[in-house]
C-alpha cells in the first residue's frame, strides 16, 4: 500500500509490501519513500537525480534493498540532519547494489548512509556505491546527536562492491561522527576509499564537540582492498604521529579496537602521501600484533588482482591472510598487516590473469572497465582522450554526463580526462 505522509518536516511516501517490488527512484519523486515493512525491494534509477529520501523504518527485522543505478542528492536547512538513505534502529538492511550509484547528503549535517541500524553492502564486483555526508556526518554511519540525545550505532558490515565513502568535516568516511557511538566496522570484501573530513579518521570515529563518552567498536578486516584517506591533522584511522589512539580521533572519549586478518590496507594523509609515522596498530585473531609489510607485484600497468602466495611462513589465501578482492594499486603495491618478520623474506604472489583494472577516484573522477568499455562517472563536461596500445587515439570528445559510457574493445588503453591520466585493461 502507498500513500502520502505528512510531517512537520517531510513529505515521505509510505510503502508497505510483502512481495518484492520495484521502487523508482528518478527526478519525479515529489515526495520520500518510506519503507514500513520487512520485505525485498528494488530501488531503481533511470539517470534522473532524485532529491527525496529514502527512509527505512526502526524495528523491521530484515530488509534487503537493491539498489541500481539510483542518483540521490538530499538537502536541508542547517542542523535539520537529512540523510540520503536511512536504516532504522532496529532493523538490518543488506543493501545489494548494481550498476553506478549515487547517495548524497547537501545538508548539513547529512549522511550519504545513515546507519542507526545494522546495514550489509553486498556489490556486483564491477558495482560502484558514492556515498558522500555533509558537515558533522559520516558518509557511511552516524549524523551528530545534540547534546544529551542518544543514538544508536549499527554494525556496518562490507562484503564486496566498489565503494567511495566522503566525509566533509570533523567526521569519518566510514564510522562515527561528531559524539556518536561507535559502530562495529567489518570489511570482508570489496574496493574501498574512506575518506575522512578535517579531523575525522578515514574509518573510525570524528572529532569529540563535546568530550562526550561515545562507547567502544571494533574495527575488522578480513578481506578487500581499502585506502583509507585521513582528514586533515588526522591519521587514516584515527593516529596522528602516535597522539592519539588507533580509530579514535583526539578528544574523543571511545575505545576502539582494530583486528586485521586480511585484506590490503593503504593509509593515506588527507594530501594523499602515504602514511608511514607509524604502522596501524592492530592484531590478528588469534592477538598477535602486526605492522605494515609492504611488497611489489613486478610488471603492473595497473591495479591487479592477487589469489594467494606466501610471506615467509605466512599463507596469503585459503585457509591462511584473507585474500578476497585484494588488489594492488597502480604501481602493484600490496599493504599487508602481518606479524612482524625480517625485511628479506621471501615473498610469493599470484595474480589473476587479465584481472587488471583501473578504479581511479582521483578529484572524485571514477574510471572503470566493463565488459564493453569504460564506464566514467563525475566527469561532465571534461574532455576524455583514450589511445591504444599503439598509441593511436580511438576516443576524443568531451564526456557527456556524470554517467557516461564508451565502448572499446579488448585491450590495454590509456585514458586522459582533463589533466589526469590512468591506464585502462578492458577485458
Known amino acids: 500500500m502507498r500513500k502520502l505522509l505528512s510531517t512537520l518536516f517531510v513529505a515521505t511516501m509510505a510503502v508497505a509490501m510483502s512481495a518484492a517490488e520495484t521502487i523508482q527512484i ?24 532524485c532529491t527525496q529520501q529514502i527512509l527505512v523504518a526502526e524495528n523491521l527485522g530484515d530488509v534487503i534493498l537493491t539498489l541500481e543505478n539510483v542518483d540521490v542528492e538530499v538537502t536541508g536547512a542547517k542542523d535539520a540532519g537529512v540523510s540520503a538513505l536511512v536504516i532504522g534502529a532496529g532493523t538490518t538492511a543488506t543493501i545489494k547494489f548494481k550498476g553506478q550509484n549515487i547517495l548524497l547528503s547537501s545538508c548539513d549535517p547529512g549522511c550519504g548512509i545513515e546507519a542507526a541500524g545494522n546495514i550489509v553492502l553486498n556489490g556486483d564486483d564491477d558495482a560502484t556505491l558514492r556515498c558522500s555526508a555533509k558537515g558533522w556526518a559520516a558518509a557511511i554511519g552516524s ?13 556496518i558490515t562490507i562484503n564486496s562492491g566498489i565503494i567511495e565513502a566522503l566525509a566533509d568535516w570533523e567526521s569519518p568516511g566510514i564510522g562515527a561522527s561528531v559524539d556518536c557511538p561507535m559502530h562495529n566496522i567489518t570489511i570482508n570484501g570489496g574496493r574501498i576509499l574512506a575518506q575522512g573530513g578535517a579531523q575525522g579518521a578515514g574509518i573510525g570515529t570524528g572529532y569529540s564537540q563535546w568530550g562526550e563518552s561515545t562507547g567502544s567498536g571494533t574495527i575488522t578486516i578480513n578481506g578487500g582492498t581499502v585506502e583509507a584517506v585521513a582528514g586533515s591533522n588526522e591519521s587514516s584511522w584515527g593516529a596522528d604521529d602516535g597522539l592519539v589512539p588507533l580509530g579514535v580521533v583526539s ?67 585459503e585457509g591462511g591472510y584473507g585474500m578476497k578482492d585484494v588488489y594492488t594499486d597502480g604501481a602493484g603495491w600490496l599493504y599487508l598487516y602481518l606479524p612482524e618478520m625480517a625485511s628479506d623474506v621471501s615473498v610469493e604472489l599470484n595474480a589473476e590473469a587479465g584481472s587488471a583494472v583501473e578504479n581511479n577516484s582521483v578529484d572524485n573522477v571514477l574510471v572503470i572497465a566493463s565488459e564493453t568499455g569504460l564506464n566514467i562517472s563525475n566527469a561532465e563536461g571534461r574532455q576524455l582522450l583514450v589511445f591504444d596500445i599503439s598509441g593511436r587515439q580511438v576516443v576524443a570528445q568531451r564526456v557527456g554526463s556524470n554517467s557516461f559510457s564508451v565502448e572499446l574493445n579488448k585491450g590495454l588503453y590509456c585514458v586522459r580526462i582533463g589533466d589526469k591520466t590512468r591506464k585502462v585493461i578492458v577485458k
Open 26 to 49: 528518478n527526478s519525479s519523486l515529489s515526495a520520500a519513500v518510506e519503507i514500513t515493512a520487512a520485505g525485498e525491494y528494488l530501488l531503481q534509477g533511470d539517470g534522473s537525480k
Open 143 to 155: 549524523t551528530p546527536r545534540p547534546k544529551g540525545k542518544t543514538l544508536v550505532a549499527g554494525d
Open 251 to 317: 578528544g574523543t572519549k571511545a575505545s576502539v579496537e582494530v583486528k586485521i586478518n586480511g585484506g590490503s590496507i593503504k593509509a593515506m594523509r588527507s594530501d594523499k602521501s602515504e602514511f608511514t609515522a607509524k604502522p596501524i596498530a592492530a592484531t590478528d585473531k588469534s592477538g598477535t600484533s602486526l605492522v605494515l609489510f609492504k611488497t611489489q607485484l613486478a610488471n603492473t600497468v595497473a591495479p591487479t588482482r592477487v589469489l594467494s602466495g606466501k610471506v615467509g611462513d605466512v599463507v596469503l589465501g
